[in-house]
């Protein structure tokens, strides 16, 4: 924005409160992992593949935010992403260029991980902002935009998570204290054009949260149930039941947590194959269910438990302290049917305003079975740093 300020076009930008802005996201790691495939890290996430440099995420954003701190006119508002890089392979949804991860199985990749458009009207309760379109699922510590996470890692619980929605999501701001949610989606990660018979999922679905904030702010409850139908075997048709809590302690420590279960019915036992699936020729497809002996099909489960515990000891420094426990009992979400803990300590530096450096070290342990090493280890060590460099 700055480089277009001076120009006929910046100035129209400006006039118009539209920004245009991004980042570029580049990171590596070196683990514990000794298998010379590439996705020796996995079920980690997002840095799946071994003692690798990768582009994480390029990402550009055209918004105009629509004005929510007055009460005396109707606002608008919308925001265009654009990503390419490794996490695409996280945030693809079904129907979206999804040749490139399900035909192709390219290591890189591009996406558009928010597509939507913003009505803010003033005079319902104390404001109620309408978004349609492609957005983050809610509520969740994390996200798939770097810049919007405490460190390069990803917990299990965001890694195997809800990522996105294509829908209505309308937001009532009951008082200073309390707002409410309510959406109508088409499912999760499915795009509006796929017919149901490409993904089961894909059926009118309904989200609804709530949030309260303490008076002074340093509380935030946030409880949802996101994704919510019949529950059948889709895509990534996961019925997530969840809460965040935030506490600010002072104004140097804080903790982030989040649990969450989720759940999909109707899934195929690993013994039955993908043949008569709609991803028979998928070459990523949906993991399948680890059911009890004699069952063909079976509710696939899972549940997760995560806190951060951070602390800023200079305007540009902050140490964040991440411990996670991660039940995937049918291992539909992971491919391993065993719960994992995960802990993780990492620093966030800011070189300046436009660049951030967040090195870490992670330990993951699967408990009931060899999960990491492609199924030779259950214990996995990375360490990892990446940069972001925003323009």
Request: with cysteine.
């Amino acid at each position: 924005m700055k480089a277009l300020a001076p120009t006929d076009f910046g100035k129209w930008l400006k006039d118009n409160h539209i920004e245009i802005y991004g980042w570029i996201n580049a990171g590596g790691n070196i683990s514990t992992a000794t298998d010379p495939k590439k996705n020796a890290n996995f079920p980690a996430a997002y840095m799946y593949s071994a003692d690798t440099f990768e582009l994480d995420q390029a990402v550009l954003y055209i918004e105009r935010l629509p004005n929510t701190v007055q009460r005396d006119h109707i606002d608008w508002g919308f925001r265009v992403s654009a990503l390419y890089g490794e996490n695409y392979r996280y945030t693809t949804s079904l129907g979206i260029a999804t040749y490139q991860l399900q035909t192709l199985n390219n290591f890189q990749g591009y996406d558009f991980p928010m597509m939507y458009g913003e009505l803010y009207i003033p005079w319902i309760a104390q404001g109620t902002l309408i978004r349609a379109g492609r957005f983050i699922s809610v509520p969740d510590i994390e996200a798939q935009l770097a810049p919007n996470n405490y460190m390069y890692s990803h917990s299990f619980t965001y890694g195997y998570d809800n990522y996105t929605n294509t829908g209505i999501n309308v937001a009532i701001q009951l008082n200073k204290n309390w707002m409410v949610q309510l959406g109508v989606l088409d499912g999760t990660e499915v795009a509006l054009w796929v017919p149901s018979s490409k993904d089961p999922g894909k059926q009118p679905t309904l989200e609804a949260c709530v949030r309260y904030v303490s008076n002074n702010a340093y509380d935030s409850f946030y409880i949802c149930a996101d994704g919510i139908n019949n529950g059948t075997w889709g895509y990534n048709n996961l019925q997530w039941y969840g809460a965040t809590y935030y506490r600010k302690l002072d104004e140097r420590w804080h903790i982030s947590a989040e649990y969450w279960h989720i759940h999909q019915d109707n899934v195929l036992d690993v013994s039955q194959g993908y043949a008569g699936t709609p991803w028979s020729t998928f070459r990523n497809p949906p993991f399948e269910a680890h059911c009890n002996p004699g069952q063909i099909q079976c509710t696939a489960k899972e549940w997760s438990a995560l806190a951060y515990l951070n602390y800023k000891f200079s305007p540009m420094d902050n140490i964040s302290w991440r411990v996670e426990y991660f039940d995937d009992q049918n291992g539909q979400r992971t491919g391993f049917k065993t719960p994992y803990f995960n802990y993780a300590i990492g620093w966030q530096h800011w070189f300046s305003p436009s660049v951030t450096f967040r090195p870490e070290v992670a330990w993951y342990n699967s408990l009931d079975t060899k999960a990491f090493d492609n199924g030779k280890s259950d214990r996995l060590t990375v360490f990892a740093a990446d940069i972001i460099w925003h323009f």
